[in-house]
C-alpha cells in the first residue's frame, strides 16, 4: 500500500494562496491599468467600464483557477473560465454601483475621500462578486464532486474577509488589507477544495491514508495464466 505525504496538504495550500495571491493582484492591475487607459474614450460610462473591468478580472481568475484544479485532479474542470465570467456578468449591476460611487468620490472630493468610501464599498462589491461567481461555478464542480455546495458556502465565508476595509485610512493600508484579505479568503476556499479533493480520493472502507487497490480473485480452475 502506498502512504499519501504528510506534507500534501500543506504544499496543495500554499501553492493553492500563491496562485490566487498573485492571480488577484494581476487582475487588480489589469482592471486599473483598463480602467485608465478607457476612462476618457468612454466618457466614464460606468456600465461599460464595469463590465470590461469584471470580464477582464474574471477572465485571469478562471484561467488561472483552470489551470490549478486541472493539474492537481484527475479532472479536466471544462469550462471553470467560462463559468467564472458568468458569475462575473452576473455581478455587474453591484460593481457598477462601486465603479460609481467611486467615480462620484474622485470627481467632487479626493483621493483621501475615496479611501474612507472605500469602507462601505468594497466588502459589499466583493461579496457580491464572489458568491455570485461560486454559485456558477458550482454546476461545473458538482460534475466532479458530490460535495460542490460546499464550494459556494466557501466563496460566500471568503467574500466575507474584505470586511477589513471598516479600518482603511490610507494607501499603504489598503495595500496591506487588501492583500491580508485575500489571503484569509483562500485559506477558506483551499481547505474546502483539499476537502472535496479528499472525499473524492478516499476508499471506500474508510483507510483515508492509503490509496486504493485493485484485486483479482480466480478459483483454480479460472486461473488465465494456467
Known amino acids: 500500500m502506498i502512504r499519501r505525504s504528510s506534507n500534501h496538504n500543506a504544499h496543495f495550500l500554499f501553492d493553492w494562496l500563491r496562485t490566487m495571491l498573485l492571480t488577484q493582484w494581476g487582475g487588480i492591475v489589469a482592471v486599473v491599468a483598463l480602467f485608465l487607459l478607457l476612462y476618457q474614450p468612454l466618457r466614464g460610462d460606468e456600465l461599460i467600464l464595469s463590465f470590461v473591468g469584471v470580464l477582464t478580472f474574471t477572465f485571469i481568475l478562471g ?74 461555478q458550482y454546476f461545473r464542480l458538482r460534475q466532479y464532486y458530490d460535495h460542490a455546495w460546499l464550494w459556494i458556502l466557501a466563496n460566500i465565508v471568503g467574500g466575507m474577509m474584505y470586511l477589513t476595509f471598516i479600518n482603511v485610512s490610507d494607501v499603504p493600508q489598503l495595500i496591506v488589507m487588501l492583500t491580508l484579505s485575500m ?44
Not at 484527475?74 to 458569475?87: C, H, K, M, Q, V
Not at 452576473?90 to 472630493?109: A, K
Not at 479568503?185 to 479533493?197: D, K, N, P
Open 63 to 136: 484561467q488561472n483557477q483552470q489551470h490549478f484544479l486541472a493539474n492537481r485532479s484527475r479532472e479536466p474542470f471544462d469550462n471553470w473560465t467560462l463559468a467564472s465570467i458568468i458569475g462575473g456578468l452576473v455581478s455587474v449591476w453591484p460593481v457598477t454601483l462601486f465603479f460609481g460611487e467611486v467615480n462620484s468620490i474622485l470627481r467632487y472630493l479626493g483621493w483621501q475621500e475615496m479611501l474612507s468610501g472605500l469602507q462601505s464599498i468594497v466588502p459589499h462589491t466583493m461579496l457580491f462578486l464572489f458568491t455570485l461567481i461560486g454559485i456558477v
Open 183 to 226: 489571503l484569509a479568503q483562500h485559506i477558506v476556499t483551499g481547505v474546502a477544495l483539499l476537502y472535496l479533493f479528499q472525499q473524492d480520493s478516499e476508499p471506500e472502507d474508510g483507510l483515508r491514508d492509503y490509496a486504493h487497490a485493485y484485486v483479482e480473485l480466480y478459483t483454480q480452475d479460472e486461473r488465465p495464466y494456467e
